[in-house]
């Protein structure tokens, strides 16, 4: 456990925390860093909680599991996000369920050159990510546009704009208080369930 500011152990919270840790654990039993701290706050985590799971964990999203994962990935190295890097990306590697393609889409991602491995309407939506992620105020309709002819819906399109919201709140976050994986388990996913 490991972040620049206090971090509440299981042992150390109350009956209120606890509750609110228990919703945070994840499927290998764990509380992340990422949710832990915010034990300070424990609404700010039950926040975090219910927009990471609306963002990124909804039956009704139609973006494929794997590609909100490389999505979430490519943003968070923009941020400079080692955490959500390693996280995501872990994510997104055992939902492509190849080591083969997920190691070329990595460089790609790494290189800032997703035109390397993608192409049509995912190349779109990375484009997109970017410009959102380090240009916020330079957006325009036409990237809009330019995703609607691409193929996107105006319905996949909110979706990907929240997961570039999403994990540049996330970042921020992470990067703001130091917040390290230590004691964390890499990876959300046991074993690939792509969407």
């Known amino acids: ?14 009956q209120s925390l606890l509750e609110t840790l228990k919703l945070a654990r994840t499927p290998h039993g764990t509380v992340d860093n990422v949710m832990r701290v915010h034990s300070l706050r424990p609404h700010t985590m039950k926040g975090h909680l219910k927009l990471y799971k609306s963002v990124l964990h909804d039956d009704s999203n139609t973006i494929p599991m794997w590609f909100q994962e490389t999505l979430g990935s490519y943003v968070s190295f923009l941020n400079g996000c080692d955490y ?3 996280n ?3 994510n997104a590697e055992t939902l492509i369920d190849s080591k083969e393609r ?4 990595k460089q790609a991602l790494e290189a800032r050159k997703p035109e390397l491995i993608f192409e049509g309407k995912e190349l779109e939506i990375l484009r997109y990510a970017e410009k959102l992620t380090l240009n916020p105020s330079s957006m325009v309709k036409e990237d809009i546009i330019k995703l609607r002819m691409a193929g996107w819906t105006d ?11 999403y994990f540049c709140y996330a970042n921020r976050l992470l990067n703001g208080l130091g917040v390290s994986t230590e004691g964390d388990v890499i990876g959300y996913y046991t074993g690939a369930n792509q969407k």
């Open 102 to 105: 997920s190691n070329l889409i």
């Open 1 to 14: 456990m490991s972040a620049w500011i206090r971090m509440i152990k299981d042992e150390e919270a109350d």
């Open 84 to 86: 959500s890097f390693a």
């Open 88 to 90: 995501h990306w872990k």
């Open 155 to 165: 319905g996949e399109i909110l979706e990907a704009n929240q997961i570039v919201g």
